[in-house]
């Protein structure tokens, strides 16, 4: 895989989605375009903050720790904007449910330190690191800038904008769309929960066994998870957090009446994301663990379906 052309086809894909949909859906206010404004100013804020403390320390994380965190600020921010009205006081709330349990499964891997830039880096940063696209330094460095810090903070302002599409139209009221994208939330929250919580007991335990000398047997021999929600979708994570953001989406269309509108943008871009950092994580596994391959092929690799016998 060629990560530096996967990274150049998402950015055009930032630039090129976001464009087509705003063909779709009703112009901006001033009220809107204030707040449009300011979530746009703490987004370069956020931008520029990651991309100099991961050069300063060679953690690349900092877009990882904020994940969680930021979307609570932009959709709180825009909430303010319409005079917590229902509607937009239940997205809030919503992100903010999601943001805590994502921070704290986030935490409990190391990555929050008292020394705020330092934490445990996703393993995947250094892989990439090492590879020959990025050597010199200063081609890691680009990719720093335009990807790790600068697109991905932009894809997480844009998958929280249907917030902003909300206070549009602020006067609509809570409907029966409403009720059922919050349950669908909720129901992946609780989903992606469960999956988190499996992998996080698994990797303990190989993990532990590994530092007590002892020998891995049966599916800890395997060196992957494949039991639980695992045995039914690679990725049950990926999956549950895909869904969430096409779950929040439905917020804008009960507020507008559109079905396609142009905060669709964000939970398309998540998906194109996702597909590829999938692809990178299995090319790592899939050299790690012998079996993995025959995993591959008779599990799903987001939807949970069926094994294959």
Known sequence: MNIIKVASLLITTLLIVPIITCFFGTPLDNTELLALKTVLYINLAVVVYCFVVGELTNNNSQVDKLWSIIPIVYTWVITDFGNYSPRLILMSVLV????????????????????????????????????????????????????????????????????????????????????????????????????????????????????????????????????????????????????????????????????????????????????????FSEEISAGKYPEYTNYQKRVSRFFPMKVKK
């Open 96 to 279: 903010t449910i999601w943001g805590l349990r994502l921070t704290y499964n986030f935490s409990r891997h190391g990555a929050f330190t008292i020394k705020f830039w330092e934490g445990v880096e996703d393993y995947r940063w250094q892989v990439l690191r090492d590879k020959p696209e990025f050597q010199p330094k200063w081609k890691w460095t680009l990719f720093n800038l335009f990807f790790i810090s600068g697109y991905q903070n932009i894809l997480i302002l844009l998958f929280t904008l249907p917030v902003l599409v909300a206070l549009q139209f602020n006067n609509t009221p809570l409907g029966i769309l409403d009720y059922l994208a919050a349950g669908f939330m909720l129901f992946f929250i609780v989903y992606e929960t469960i999956a988190d919580q499996q992998h996080w007991r698994y990797q303990s335990k190989k993990h532990d066994m590994i530092k007590n000398g002892e020998e891995l047997t049966g599916d800890y021999k395997k060196g992957f998870l494949d039991k639980g929600l695992w045995a039914y979708s690679r990725h049950p994570n990926y999956f549950a957090e895909q869904s969430i953001w096409v779950s929040f989406y439905l917020f804008s269309v009960s507020a507008s009446g559109q079905w396609i509108n142009w905060s669709i943008a964000g939970c398309l871009l998540l998906i194109v994301l996702f597909q590829g950092s999938s692809d």
